[in-house]
């Protein structure tokens, strides 16, 4: 064995294809858990909530009540008022000394004359007899 031969080829294996990916897995079936119960401080704290939800709802309708209720007497005031400056321009109109002077007048009144002084006595005893001379 002299010469060295050459080494042999060799074969290489033909390559293949890479494989598919792998399907992912289900997960599995998980028995189903035992419904939780609901416990006492569960249960305390909704009752809170809604005890306080019920109490915000219940201030929000008094605000709104009174809301009303104040808009109906500011109402009322405004027309109470006007109705005043109305009437004070009637007292103010019917007060005038010329137009009271006119309807005595009307009436059969005559003014006094300011140089006559007329008194009328005035007896305890005899009241009841000159106040029915003066009425008729």
Do not use: C, E
């Not at 028995?31 to 809604?50: D, F, K, N």
């Not at 400056?85 to 103010?92: E, H, K």
């Not at 005595?104 to 007329?118: E, F, I, T, W």
């Amino acid at each position: 064995m002299s010469v060295a031969a050459p080494s042999p080829v060799r074969a290489q294996p033909a390559r293949q294809a890479p494989p598919a990916p792998a399907r992912p897995r289900r997960p599995r079936a998980q028995p189903a858990a035992a419904p939780r119960r609901v416990t006492a401080g569960g249960l305390a704290w909704v009752l809170v909530l809604a005890a306080l939800l019920g109490g915000i709802v219940a201030l929000n309708v008094a605000a709104l009540r009174t809301n009303i209720r104040v808009s109906g007497l500011s109402d009322r005031a405004a027309a109470l008022q006007q109705a005043n400056r109305t009437l004070s321009a009637q007292v103010a109109t019917l007060t005038v000394p010329y137009r009271i002077d006119a309807r005595a007048q009307q009436l059969g009144m005559v003014r006094p004359n300011p140089a006559a002084r007329d008194y009328i006595p005035f007896k305890a005893r005899r009241v009841d007899h000159r106040a029915r001379a003066f009425v008729r």
